[in-house]
């Protein structure tokens, strides 16, 4: 059974780099089927798509938070993670963990990248930005 | 962007009930579309993907259906834990991928 693990600071100060570490058991990052991705959840709000990894290396990111955040991937160690820059209060959020569902295609001779729908998720941390 | 709208944002139902939920996007997002489940404190969990197509070990009594712009999301008879907070996700829009705002579904 797979399973995602969240781990990092529960706290950072505002400013700050927030950098959390996702670790996969159960089953290898390596797999050419899958993203793994990032998502939060401000308290008592709905949920964000932070960015993606592919196994590759490629990353895809949110438009409103891509000059912030960086996602990378170390497959030696079975784990991918996540750093965001500069962070202020509005960043307070649990952070979740997730592998997503490759459901790119190709036609025409040209390949799309499309993130799907995740199917396993981490139990998530929350992160609060505070001085 | 692609946005979501969810109806209704709360709903109150009883045991046994028939329930639906409706997800609009506001552009054709073809059956790139997800439904999820989220009980307090826990992550999310996935009902529904490709608009209609049920998750391993998810009951039956869910089903989804639609493409394009309109979705739903139907329990078919209400069991006691299905009362939670239900997202729709779009997957169509590279690179965005967004979720609903949520419809909480409690017991009446």
């Known amino acids: 059974q797979l399973q995602l693990q969240e781990s990092g600071p529960g706290l950072v100060k505002p400013s700050e780099t927030l950098s959390l570490t996702c670790t996969v058991s159960g089953g290898s990052i390596s797999s050419s089927s899958y993203y793994w991705g990032w998502i939060r959840q401000p308290p008592g709000k709905g949920l964000e798509w932070i960015g993606s990894i592919y196994y590759s290396g490629s990353t895809y990111y949110n438009p409103s938070l891509k000059s912030r955040v960086t996602i990378s991937v170390d497959t030696s160690k079975n784990q991918f993670s996540l750093k965001l820059s500069s962070v202020t209060a509005a960043d307070t959020a649990v952070y979740y963990c997730a592998r997503q569902a490759d459901v790119g295609y190709c036609t025409g001779g040209v390949c799309y990248p499309l993130i799907g729908w995740v199917d396993y998720w981490g139990q998530g941390t929350l992160v609060t930005v505070s001085s | 962007d692609i946005q979501l709208t969810q109806s209704p944002s709360f709903l109150s139902a009883s045991v046994g009930d028939r329930v639906t939920i409706t997800c609009r996007a506001s552009?054709?997002?073809?059956?790139?579309l997800a439904w999820y489940q989220q009980k307090p404190g826990k992550a999310p969990k996935l009902l529904i993907y490709?608009?209609?197509t049920l998750q391993s070990g998810v009951p039956s009594r869910f089903s989804g259906s639609g493409s394009g712009t309109e979705f739903t999301l139907t329990i078919s008879s209400l069991q006691p834990e299905d009362f939670a907070t239900y997202y729709c996700?779009?997957?169509?829009?590279?690179?965005?991928?967004?979720f609903g705002q949520g419809t909480r579904l409690e017991i009446k």
């Open positions: 996700q779009q997957l169509n829009s590279y690179p965005r991928i967004t």
């Open positions: 552009q054709g997002i073809s059956s790139y």
């Open positions: 490709a608009a209609s």
